[in-house]
């Protein structure tokens, strides 16, 4: 599963509000300090505007800042709200012409994924991303490393096969 630019954008931007509390930021700071585009900036300061994340000043001095806490900033929440797509496969989706439906359990097991996905982001709030935590702690947050191949589950190693440290 992939989130949207969108959706990483969101977050980027509620973390720097989230960082500068005591005052208003643009969207042109925050675009720069994130080498992004500043016009999808622009589209989401409205999007978190309109869904009560954020509160907007116009003008000069204007710019905007956190409309709530960032303890009341849920992940899961903002995810939905952002997204537009949470079908994995075709067959979660609408208009569905797989000729497995009825025969494939993959449906049912992509949304289990989908819910467990969910339900993690559901744990966090965008407080958990502000707060700092010490170096080599991971304040219950379990890293994996993206890009490498993930171990078999115990029940499917070959005896003898071990997962490189």
Request: hydrophobic letters at 40%.
């Amino acid at each position: 599963m992939r989130l949207t630019t969108m959706t990483d954008y969101a977050l980027r931007m509620l973390i720097y509000l989230g960082q500068h509390p005591e005052r208003l930021c643009t969207t042109a700071e925050i675009a720069q300090a994130y080498d992004i585009s500043e016009a999808h900036l622009t589209k989401i300061t409205h999007q978190l505007g309109m869904g009560g994340w954020i509160s907007t000043v116009r003008g000069k001095g204007g710019g905007m800042r956190l409309a709530l806490a960032p303890s009341e900033i849920m992940l899961g929440e903002l995810v939905r709200a952002i997204e537009t797509d949470f079908y994995l496969v075709e067959c979660l989706g609408t208009g569905n012409a797989c000729n497995l439906t009825g025969r494939c359990r993959l449906t049912g097991i992509f949304n289990e994924a989908l819910a467990a996905f969910l339900e993690q982001l559901d744990r966090h709030s965008l407080a958990d991303l502000l707060n700092p935590t010490p170096p080599g702690a991971t304040a219950g947050i379990r890293e994996i490393k993206l890009g490498m191949p993930l171990p078999a589950p115990a029940s499917r190693r070959k005896k003898g096969n071990h997962d490189p440290a």
